[in-house]
């Protein structure tokens, strides 16, 4: 593509060269520039990409997208001055890739908790209803059937343009898409054409990188206030957060709840470890899917089908074909009774969710045991607040190892212990290594107990130093069944 067409509706401040040069790809890193591609100059927090313009044209870079240009321009290079590098580079991907996120409705999810879960099952409801879509989540990306392993909640913006343009060409009507907050804040949905975006409500995470919730809320908003009044915005008001997030947006307004009026209404009717029976805008299905944080996400998927045009029972008939999402609320019994669930819930609102969901199942005949932890180089205020829930909502407590990445798993574990009430001392115990945290809630366990592995989910690693090891929490939790009851 011609740099002319690449530039197309970037505020450009200054060209220099030949603006009619053919580029063969764009790269963000200047280690991976290959022979006529464009290398955009980005501001990092650690590095500057303007470092390493120099380095870019001697790998054959035949044009620099950049905010300053440098002191010495090579001759038989173009250089495009922009104001900012990370805004112009989603404008510069998408001309580059076709716009295919105006060729297909693409639908953005945010939020703290739940936005996993709603973009696959978005994408498992729409395979139901009959169509080819494409899923760009934490978990996993899929285009149709074809799955591509997930590295990030949000991927850089040059790649989503890729799976847009793959998924165009395949086919595909539809596209779901996780959007966190780093992902907005970092650009990397800049230049996509949202037909819908989802939000599924506020809470406690990400400070360590936002630093304020205040910030953090802003961030999110951010998503809202960029959409187009062609979009629709559809939010969660049971959250208080939820009207904030339709402020500034010039998107139509939709909304959805359980305990107030809003566009689409939903009302829990049964609950058991088995699934739901559940009341959506006067019409009653089942489904296998529980917990009440799995009404509120059912409801969003059910509102946000609604919005793109089909019909009501036939939303709810796709919907209740639906299946668990990998470690969400992922329960199997043992033949010696024990019940297991394993969930992701790694944030304080999302452990409570979780804990209560249970806390209104169980019939308190059968004992809760929780085993979790924190994360390590990450946001330390929420460590007292998760072990004063787990202590209070659980019978035992066993305060254990996330991903403790750089940090001491010891130091953790000591912050989770503060926030600890005196009433639940004999509630808790701490084991730092998870397999044998994971072990003695099972030695603990006598038959209809439920034991409950939080924090890691569809994860099937945990990082300790830097280093990524196998760890998937279901493959423990039957070996270690398996080995204990012989």
């Not at 973009?119 to 494409?134: I, P, R």
């Not at 994971?438 to 924090?455: H, N, Q, R, T």
């Not at 994860?459 to 423990?476: A, C, L, M, R, S």
Request: net charge negative; hydrophobic share 40%.
């Amino acid at each position: 593509m011609i740099i002319t067409e690449l530039v197309n509706r970037i505020p450009v401040l200054e060209i220099h060269g030949d603006n009619n040069r053919e580029v063969a790809e764009l790269v963000i890193d200047s280690r991976k520039v290959t022979e006529n591609s464009l290398y955009i100059a980005m501001r990092g927090t650690v590095v500057d990409g303007h470092s390493f313009i120099g380095a870019a044209i001697e790998k054959g870079a035949a044009a620099i997208v950049c905010e300053e240009f440098p002191e010495t321009l090579v001759e038989n290079v173009t250089y495009v001055q922009v104001k900012d590098s990370s805004k112009a580079l989603g404008h510069l991907a998408s001309n580059f890739y076709g716009n295919p996120s105006q060729k297909l409705k693409l639908i953005g999810v945010t939020g703290t908790n739940g936005k996993t879960s709603v973009s696959t099952l978005l994408f498992d409801v729409f395979k139901n209803l009959g169509y080819e879509s494409a899923l760009l989540s934490t978990v996993e990306i899929r285009i149709g059937e074809e799955i591509i392993p997930a590295t990030h909640t949000t991927p850089d913006v040059i790649t989503i343009n890729r799976i847009l343009a793959e998924a165009v060409e395949k086919g595909c009507e539809f596209a779901f898409m996780e959007v966190s907050s780093h992902g907005i804040a970092q650009n990397r949905i800049e230049g996509l054409h949202f037909k819908i975006a989802g939000f599924t409500n506020l809470t406690h995470d990400h400070l360590d990188y936002h630093k304020t919730f205040e910030e953090y809320l802003k961030t999110k908003k951010r998503f809202f206030d960029q959409l187009e009044d062609t979009a629709i915005a559809i939010t969660n008001v049971d959250d208080k957060n939820g009207n904030v997030m339709l402020q500034n947006t010039k998107a139509a307004k939709k909304s959805y709840a359980l305990k107030t009026m809003a566009d689409y209404h939903g009302k829990l009717l049964e609950v058991d470890f088995n699934g739901m029976l559940l009341n959506f805008n006067g019409k009653e299905f089942w489904t296998t899917l529980t917990g009440k944080f799995n009404v509120y996400n059912l409801l969003l998927v059910f509102g946000i089908a609604a919005e793109l045009g089909f019909e009501q029972d036939e939303i709810l008939q796709a919907v209740s074909k639906l299946k668990r999402v990998s470690g969400r609320f992922e329960t199997f019994k043992s033949d010696g009774g024990i019940f297991f669930i394993v969930d992701y819930a790694h944030t304080p609102d999302a452990l409570e969710n979780i804990l209560d969901s249970i806390n209104d199942i169980r019939t308190k005949n059968e004992r809760l045991i929780t085993v979790f932890g924190c994360g390590g180089d990450r946001d330390h205020s929420k460590r007292p607040e998760m072990g004063n829930i787990a202590s209070k909502k659980s019978t035992l407590a066993i305060i254990t190892s996330d991903n403790p990445r750089t940090e001491d798993p010891a130091q953790i574990i000591k912050e989770i212990e503060a926030g600890v009430e005196p009433q639940n001392f004999s509630k808790y115990t701490s084991i730092p290594d998870r397999r044998e945290a994971i072990k003695m809630a099972i030695k603990f366990a006598e038959p209809k107990d439920i034991v409950l592995v939080a924090g890691k989910g569809h994860e099937t690693y945990q990082e300790i130093n830097g280093v990524k090891h196998h760890f998937d929490d279901k493959e423990v939790i039957n070996e270690l069944w398996k080995l204990m009851s012989k």
